[in-house]
């Protein structure tokens, strides 16, 4: 079955960087999109950047433009999101996801998949 686990997360200060990874199994994930989406407190699940594993094309919401970066390791089946440059708005539960195709979907209910997330906090 698919299976998605995250990893990574932690307790940071403002201005710090973290490297989530989302290790991903069950399925050849090449005919996917993986993305990552966050969850903080009373607020909806939002998206964060996506990538396609076929060709690595990559889309990210505007607001961490610059300041976040989406990659793949084809040889350990991996996606990562590096995250610079934190602030406590960013305090959050990150997800990675995955959606069966070629569109870069930003909407949580059209991925299929879903790992258990890992936590990011940053302090001010």
Do not use: H
């Amino acid at each position: 079955q698919v299976r998605l686990v995250e990893s990574g997360g932690g307790l940071v200060q403002t201005g710090g960087s973290l490297r989530l990874s989302c290790d991903t199994s069950g399925v050849t994930f090449s005919n996917y999109v993986v993305g990552w989406f966050r969850q903080a407190p009373g607020k909806e699940r939002e998206f964060v950047a996506a990538i396609r594993w076929s060709d690595g094309i990559t889309s990210y919401v505007d607001s961490v433009k610059g300041g976040s970066t989406i990659s793949r390791d084809n040889a350990k089946n991996t996606v990562y999101l590096q995250l610079n440059d934190l602030k406590p708005d960013d305090t959050a539960v990150y997800y990675c996801a995955a959606s069966q195709g070629i569109a870069m979907f930003t909407r949580p209910n059209l991925y299929d998949y879903w790992g258990q997330g890992t936590q990011v906090t940053v302090s001010s």
